[in-house]
Each structure stands twice: as C-alpha cells, then as structure tokens.
C-alpha cells in the first residue's frame, strides 16, 4: 500500500495549473478503465477543468451505457480530432495500464507530447513511460485508487451520481462483482458510500452482466460443453476458441470476456486458462485462486502479465502448437507453484 497524501497534493496542483486536461485509458478498455476515467472526468468538471477523453480503440457494448461514455473520443476513429486534443494538452492523465504500447495506435502521438503526463494504476511492473506515476497494486481497482487520492484532497467525497456510478462499474468489472481482488474492507466501506450516493446496484448489475445476446450465451455453452479440457493433475482447466467456432456464433468483441472465470468454479481446479484464435497469434487469459501467481504464469511463458489472479498474454504460433506449449511448461513448472494451489 502506498501513502497516497504526497501524490494527492501533487496531483492537486497539476490539476489546479493545467488548462487542458487529457484523460486517456488503455486499448480495449475494460469497465475499471473506464469507470475511472469518466469518475476523474466527473471530478474535474465539478472542479471547472477543461477537460477531454480519448480511447484508443473501441468501447465495448456493455459499457456504452454509462453517462459520458459518448463524450469519449476513439483515437483509430478520430484520427485528426484526437491528434489535437493530444497536442493541446498540458495535463495528460493515463489510467489503468503499466506499459505504453497498452496506448495502441495513440502511443506515439501521446509519448511525443509535450505535456505533462500522470499515470494513475493498480498494476505492477510499471514502464517509465510518465512524469508522475501513481500505483498501487493493493487497490481492487483504479478506480478505488482514484477515488482515494480525490478523498485526500479533501473535497466532496461524491460529487454526483454518475461520478459514484463510473467508481462502482471499475469496482465490480475489476473483482468479478467482488469475487477476487477485493481483499480489504476499505473497498466495503466505498461501496456502503456509493450506495449512500444513491446508486443503484441491480440496474448497474443487470446493465453490466445480464446484457448479453443470446449468440454470446449459446458460444458459452458450446465452449464449456466441447471446448474446455479439465487436467486433474496440474489442478488446471483451459477452454480454447478457434477462428472458425467464434463466426460460427457471430463473435462481436467482448463476447468471450468472463469464460476463463468458469473454469475456476469445478472443485479441485485452481488454474484457468483460455485460448482465443486470432489472425496471426493466439491471445491467452489466465485467472487463477489463492495464491497461484497467474501474472508470473503469463510473463515467463506468454510475455504477458497483470494481477496476482488475473492476467493475460499472448504466443505467436497456431492454436494447437500453442496448447501443446502451455501443457508442456505447466507439466514442468507446474511444481512451482504447487504449494501455491
Ligand atoms: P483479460 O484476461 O481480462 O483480457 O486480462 C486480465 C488482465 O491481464 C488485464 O487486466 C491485464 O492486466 C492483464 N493482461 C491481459 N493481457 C495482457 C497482455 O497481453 N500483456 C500484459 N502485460 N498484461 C495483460
Ligand atoms: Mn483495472
């Protein structure tokens, strides 16, 4: 845990004397990358900031929803716009990502600018990649860590409902609905606030998670019925997707986003793992329990990394050469982190 007082006043004054602020979350941004961009856009309106936002690629459906979600400027769709915004920037704040190249298209234009820039993020292994960098891997997400440095400022705790609204879609998306990452009581006693502010849980819920159409929920069972293999041994499952089974469902992004979580509810299991087919490389999630460092997993044999339960990476070979792989380095390694299951 970090002391947040120091960087809650520095980040205060780089508020106070910028002109024009630039909130930017990663690509395929997530409900904690975007519930913490539109809470910090909240904030600093109240505050009578200039105030821009920029994606570098596509929202997706389920997050469509949120109030301030249309103000958000998509930089592989609004090339020329998102440049200038980019370029008249003094301020520019990246929240939820620990390496630059998660600015997809927008890296370069944003790495060459001339303003100051402020990460604000809850992963480890970070990329020096700004002025000020705010982590901290013991927030359940960035938007908890967001809210907290805006606390120690000392002024309205919620400013209004879709601030509390944005902070509580980064908490659920980022622990499951409170299912792994969300350790600490503190993030109990945010939530008993944002309910206090009046937001309301079922509809956010329902808004989030029961949103799918019935394409996505038939490729579920097909993935959990024919495509999941459960290895007793090594206390691990995997489910794979290939090209041809996600156009047979009529796969839209997003789709497939919760189907590693599954694996991890069969008695016994401690490790998951999916396996998508994409046009060159093979994208894998990994989510596991306890102790099992799934981000460790990820960087030593898929360059890959994130959260203690809750990673990713990715392998550039086909789909069975990348199966093989992975078995071959959890039959070997598997060992290490035995102990840890
Ligand atoms: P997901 O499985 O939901 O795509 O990703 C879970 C977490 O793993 C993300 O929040 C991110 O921290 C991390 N992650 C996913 N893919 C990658 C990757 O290719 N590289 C790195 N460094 N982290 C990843
Ligand atoms: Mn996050």
């Known amino acids: 845990m970090i002391d947040l007082s120091g960087y809650s006043k520095e980040l205060s004054k780089?508020?106070?004397?910028?002109?024009?602020?630039?909130?930017?979350?990663h690509i395929n941004p997530d409900g904690d990358a975007i519930g913490s961009?539109?809470?910090?856009?909240?904030?600093l309106k109240t505050r009578g900031r200039n105030v821009g936002l920029m994606a570098p690629n596509y929202l997706q459906e389920f997050l469509k929803w949120m109030d301030g979600a249309d103000l958000i400027n998509i930089f592989i769709k609004e090339r020329k716009k998102c440049r200038k915004l980019i370029e008249e920037a003094d301020l520019i704040v990246m929240l939820d990502f620990n390496k630059s190249n998660r600015l997809g298209e927008a890296e370069d234009s944003v790495i060459a600018s001339r303003a100051r820039k402020v990460v604000i993020d809850?992963?480890?292994d970070h990329g020096n990649f700004a002025d000020l960098i705010i982590s901290d891997p013991s927030k359940c997400s960035t938007s908890e860590l967001v809210h907290e440095l805006l606390c120690e400022m000392n002024e309205v705790q919620f400013i209004n409902k879709p601030y509390a609204e944005a902070l509580y879609v980064g908490i659920i998306t980022d622990t499951g609905n409170f299912e792994h990452g969300s350790y600490y009581s503190r993030t109990y006693r945010i939530v008993a606030d944002l309910l206090d502010a009046g937001i309301e849980k079922e509809k956010i819920l329902n808004l989030i998670y029961n949103n799918y159409s019935a394409d996505?929920?038939?490729?579920?069972?097909?993935?959990?019925?024919?495509?999941m293999v459960v290895i007793p041994?090594?206390?691990?499952?995997?489910?794979f997707l290939t090209k041809d089974d996600l156009k047979e469902y009529n796969h839209v992004k997003g789709d497939t986003?919760?189907?590693?979580?599954?694996?991890?509810?069969?008695?016994?299991?401690?490790?998951s793992a999916l396996f998508i087919e994409k046009d060159n490389f093979i994208k894998l999630?990994?989510?596991?329990?306890?102790?099992?460092?799934?981000?460790?997993?990820?960087?030593q044999y898929f360059s890959g990394g994130g959260h203690l339960n809750a990673s990713g990476g990715e392998y550039f070979d086909t789909l069975n050469n990348t199966i093989d792989y992975f078995l071959k380095v959890l039959k070997e390694n598997g060992w290490r982190f035995e102990d840890k299951m």
């Open 233 to 239: 041994e090594f206390k691990s499952a995997y489910i």
């Open 285 to 299: 999630s990994f989510r596991s329990k306890g102790h099992f460092p799934s981000n460790e997993f990820a960087a």
């Open 257 to 271: 986003e919760e189907f590693v979580n599954l694996p991890l509810s069969i008695k016994g299991i401690y490790f």
């Open 14 to 25: 780089l508020f106070s004397s910028s002109e024009n602020i630039l909130l930017i979350c």
């Open 37 to 43: 961009q539109l809470a910090l856009y909240y904030f």
């Open 216 to 227: 996505r929920i038939r490729l579920l069972g097909y993935a959990l019925n024919k495509r």
């Open 122 to 124: 809850h992963h480890l």
